[in-house]
């Protein structure tokens, strides 16, 4: 950016970084704060220090949270035997705003990729394989994507993790999900997933 301080040439370096946001984003996104600075930027950077200084990764599942152990886990309701592991904790956070599962969850971080070098040590499978015993689970959902990574994960996690029963979430066509608009592997995953009608 022409003639613009150092502070604001930093600043937005660092949010070209962000998902989402290139180069000219981030100056757009930049110009919009310093034109609202005090009901926006001063109130980012107050919200970014306090989740910097205050957020931290829950040391048994991996959520987000104010302490050590995350609400979730430290929750006795929450010990249903269930374990829903999932991919990242936005992942988390989706199935949670759903209301639909009452038990505990592993964030494993990522998915094992070969193409991106990232194996079972960088994802705390490790960990989730001792949580099992310790937490007395009885089944384990995996909740991750149905893509190639997704389902060489999956594969991995069902080897690895004997002696508990394995599950998946069904695949297939969406609530309110037209046919016509759906790709041959959702169609073909919604055949295979199919059930009686009650």
């Given at each position: 950016m022409?003639?613009?301080?150092?502070?604001?040439?930093?600043?937005?370096?660092?949010?070209?970084?962000?998902?989402?946001?290139?180069?000219?984003?981030?100056?757009?996104?930049?110009?919009?704060?310093?034109?609202?600075?005090?009901?926006?930027?001063?109130?980012?950077?107050?919200?970014?220090?306090?989740?910097?200084?205050?957020?931290?990764?829950?040391?048994?599942?991996?959520?987000?949270?104010?302490?050590?152990?995350?609400?979730?886990?430290?929750?006795?309701?929450?010990?249903?035997?269930?374990?829903?592991?999932?991919?990242?904790?936005?992942?988390?956070?989706?199935?949670?705003?759903?209301?639909?599962f009452?038990?505990?969850?592993?964030?494993?971080?990522?998915?094992?990729?070969?193409?991106?070098?990232?194996?079972p040590?960088?994802?705390?499978?490790?960990?989730?394989?001792?949580?099992?015993?310790?937490?007395?689970?009885?089944?384990?959902?995996?909740?991750?994507?149905?893509?190639?990574?997704?389902?060489?994960?999956?594969?991995y996690?069902?080897?690895?993790?004997?002696?508990?029963?394995?599950?998946?979430?069904?695949?297939?066509?969406?609530?309110?999900?037209?046919?016509?608009?759906?790709?041959?592997?959702?169609?073909?995953?919604?055949?295979?997933?199919?059930?009686?009608?009650?």
């Amino acid at each position: 950016m022409a003639d613009a301080p150092p502070e604001i040439e930093e600043l937005i370096a660092l949010m070209a970084r962000l998902p989402g946001l290139g180069p000219r984003s981030a100056r757009r996104a930049v110009l919009h704060l310093m034109k609202r600075r005090d009901r926006l930027l001063v109130p980012l950077a107050q919200s970014l220090a306090a989740v910097g200084a205050h957020i931290r990764e829950c040391s048994a599942c991996g959520n987000l949270g104010t302490g050590d152990i995350c609400t979730i886990c430290a929750d006795p309701a929450r010990a249903t035997g269930q374990l829903c592991v999932v991919a990242d904790v936005a992942d988390l956070w989706a199935m949670e705003r759903a209301r639909v599962f009452a038990g505990r969850y592993h964030v494993l971080g990522g998915l094992l990729s070969a193409l991106d070098a990232i194996g079972p040590d960088d994802l705390g499978i490790p960990r989730l394989a001792g949580r099992l015993g310790a937490e007395g689970v009885t089944e384990v959902i995996l909740a991750l994507p149905a893509t190639l990574d997704g389902q060489t994960t999956m594969h991995y996690l069902a080897d690895r993790l004997a002696g508990v029963r394995i599950t998946t979430l069904a695949q297939g066509v969406p609530v309110g999900g037209e046919l016509d608009w759906l790709d041959e592997g959702t169609i073909g995953a919604a055949l295979r997933a199919r059930r009686d009608l009650e």
